[in-house]
């Protein structure tokens, strides 16, 4: 590829991206979210077959017990279709529907089943040309035990007091230590077999646990600064971590620390007292993840153009109302952002101010700089792109961002 600048369009934009990434959704015209991941698996199915299974799950996708059903459908390739649940305005056929209330739930060949743990059997019971529960009878009672176990160990829930709890000083020395206490017990169990998973192969167990984990490994740096990775106590769930980090499956359905971190701060009001971890480089500068941000970006600009209009503060610099100057720069930036990812340094960035003199626009750059931030922060994985796009996403808006001024 060739050094680039915006002069493109959104079509050349969407081109080059779509030759760099197979990653696709389908876009959901004026619904929530405003476009689906598709099923790796429904290539599989049949033309004009409806999937087998129907789950319902969470409009922002940041729910940890949907992530298991849908890690495990991806992991066992079962193609299926997805009912997007607003959870702050459930509909009232969902709340007949499903006695909890709760998501994930989901249809399996008709049949409704609710709560992860049950969705995640009914699936193996079903589903059992590719297990992920040990056929070994031993090994099965440990599986099962360690599923159980994940209810009510109350691991979690001492993750999230220490995550959440009050902010005294002994308090949280006390929760700490309690979730610390949790932790050596997953290390224990994660020593019993060879290997980096729960049992002797990848399973369920690992699937079970480690949505939670990752959350709070991700968030606990920043809020509590608090490390489980690359702590020296816990080696074997640092291990356990970066094998599920490398599993394809787990990389489309994860969401990334940044979307979580936003959220703590965004939903539950928790203040940092750290700085954000940083973008991981590697991902940052991977090609189809760059590619596969790009593609979103240039595929469902009109949807951005219109979110960050109207929810960014940037069209408070609309002289006399007339908003589309606001528009054009926001537009243009946001190309800028999909040409810097799909070209890297080729791109010509603006850098505001070279050899001491003004080399922009003032009111261009500070819309610019608003719709930078704004979508930086705005967007959520898995909801908008996988989380590996996602960090290339935000890294690369770092960038441009760095050049207006
Ligand atoms: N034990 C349930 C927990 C499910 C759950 O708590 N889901 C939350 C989303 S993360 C929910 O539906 N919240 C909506 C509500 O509380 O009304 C499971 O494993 O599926």
New binding site residues.
Partial sequence: MSGQNTSLSWEQLLEIAQNNTSARRVRRPGQSPSTAPIPSSLYKLPLETSPPVLLYR?TNS?????E?VWFALEEKEIPFATEF?D?NN?PQWYIDLVP?????AAKIEGELV????N?LLALEARFSDSPLLPLDPEENAIAIQLIEDA?TNGSNEAGYKFLMGPADADELATLQASFEAKLDELEQALAKYLGSYFLSTFSLVDIVYVPHLDRLAASLPVYRDYHIKGNPRFPNVNAWLTALNERPAYARVKTDAATFNLLMRRVWGLEPIANPLPLDPVLSETMQYRAEAAERLSDNSEVAIADILKNSGAQALAANGDISAVKNAIEFHLKLLADYLLHGNKTQLPWGRVGGKENLDPFSSAVGAIALAYVRNRICAPRDMSAGAAIAFRSAADKVLASIY
């Avoid at 909890?100 to 994930?104: A, H, N, Q």
């Fill in positions: 969470d940041w729910c940890p017990f949907c298991r649940i959870l459930k909890t209330k709760l998501v994930p609710y709560g992860s743990k969705i209810e």
